[in-house]
């Protein structure tokens, strides 16, 4: 193999530093503004996900940072910053900022991180606010949530992928998942500063909202596609993940994550709304590719027996589900399984992913992943350039910030 070319993450995350919303809402909201305190105790679970219960006694308490917001207590995990010295730490550890790697928050460190990994830009989805927005769906002022979401869009365009991270940390901007009146508003405003790339739900009937399948959202796919947004839908963005029991260990539920965007990509490629939107794009960010020759197999099948059980299904969906590929993308960051049925996935349609700084994140050997992967699916020059970064720029239209080969 010739040498590798610079990577380009689509799937990267960056935590919130404590003073983006203090510093960026108006002054009469600063006292509710999100906020960082620092309290000693145990990680616990809420209805929300993981946060800390005030104890100083208990034998395991340790001190951690909690974002603070309406009657939101949120940790923040070892798992969510699991690189440098917390890289072997326990996901379900809460640590601190001070604890966490600068790179995890601080744009400098970021960028010497990514130097470090042999990745030349990153697609940034957020930590607090959730994947894809669902701490603010789920306040109860919808107002001022509103206020926080545009307040955290605008820290990440002018701030977080700005200056020296202009054209390195790609901006995705969330929308507001409760309105989508609001939602395209909040897209166009994105837009109009130079954000492409939104995050979406892989699944919003699971978080209470109308399914993609109910004309609801329809409006706001039609202005994705006229200003050449990507709709991104990470695993977990559903707000629940696969597993088999209560009880069931999490190797389970992290062997399972896929299945999320296994749903997701039936649900758009069953939908319609691709071939009424032909030059929309989607990614399933996180998603892995091997299963999907299977699944389009299955939709094709049904597909041709779709005249026995939905008289219109060809009026919805005029070709094989199959046909419409070319509009999804799918992430990976070790999947040869996935390398290995390339060609029936649609090598143009995979993109490499690091997933810094979680857990099951490469780096700082991402580079080395990288190399044994296209060893290993025996990948030709072309093919290794198509993973690594050629379809990153394709799908994301990365010519806008220079980068073009």
């Not at 919003?204 to 050449?228: K, M, Q, R, T």
């Not at 700084?357 to 991402?366: A, L, Q, R, V």
Request: a negative charge; proline letters at 6%.
């Amino acid at each position: 193999m010739t040498t590798t070319p610079l990577i380009i993450s689509v799937d990267d995350h960056v935590v919130e530093p404590p003073n983006v919303w203090i510093d960026r809402l108006p002054a009469k909201y600063r006292d509710r503004a999100p906020r960082v305190e620092r309290v000693k105790g145990v990680m616990a679970v809420d209805q929300y996900g993981f946060t800390v219960e005030e104890d100083h006694d208990h034998p395991e308490a340790r001190w951690a940072d909690i974002w603070v917001y309406e009657d939101l207590r949120m940790a923040l995990p070892a798992g969510q910053v699991q690189v440098g010295k917390l890289a072997n730490t326990l996901y379900k550890v809460a640590v601190t900022f001070d604890e966490a790697d600068p790179g995890v928050w601080q744009q400098k460190a970021r960028l010497a991180a990514m130097d470090e990994n042999h990745i030349e830009a990153a697609l940034m989805f957020p930590t607090m606010p959730r994947f894809c927005g669902q701490t603010f769906k789920e306040r109860s002022d919808k107002a001022f949530a509103l206020l926080c979401l545009q307040a955290y869009n605008d820290w990440m365009i002018d701030e977080w992928c700005a200056g020296d991270g202009y054209g390195r940390l790609i901006p995705v901007t969330l929308i507001p998942l409760w309105d989508v009146d609001l939602a395209i508003a909040e897209v166009e405003r994105c837009v109009a500063k130079g954000a492409h790339a939104i995050t979406f739900s892989e699944n919003p009937a699971h978080l209470d909202l109308p399914s993609i399948h109910s004309g609801y959202w329809d409006p706001l796919w039609a202005v994705c596609e006229d200003n050449d947004v990507v709709v991104n839908m990470h695993i977990g963005s559903s707000s629940r993940m696969p597993t088999t029991a209560p009880d069931a260990p999490p190797l389970v539920g992290k062997s399972l994550s896929f299945l999320n965007s296994l749903g997701t990509m039936m649900d758009w490629l069953a939908s319609g709304i691709l071939p009424r939107h032909p030059k929309l794009r989607i990614a399933l960010s996180e998603s892995q590719v091997g299963w999907i020759p299977f699944v389009l197999g299955r939709l094709d099948n049904e597909w041709e027996l779709g005249h026995l059980f939905e008289k219109d299904l060809r009026l919805r969906v005029p070709e094989r589900p199959s046909a419409y590929m070319n509009q999804i993308y799918g992430c990976i960051f070790d999947d040869l399984a996935g390398l290995e049925v390339r060609d029936r996935v649609g090598m143009s349609q995979i993109m490499f992913e690091t997933d810094y700084p979680h857990g099951d994140t490469s780096y700082p050997y991402s580079r080395q992943m990288a190399e044994k992967l296209v060893t290993a699916a025996d990948l030709s020059e072309h093919e290794t350039w198509q993973l690594l970064r050629g379809n990153a720029i394709s799908c994301y239209r990365l010519d806008r910030y220079g980068i073009t080969k």
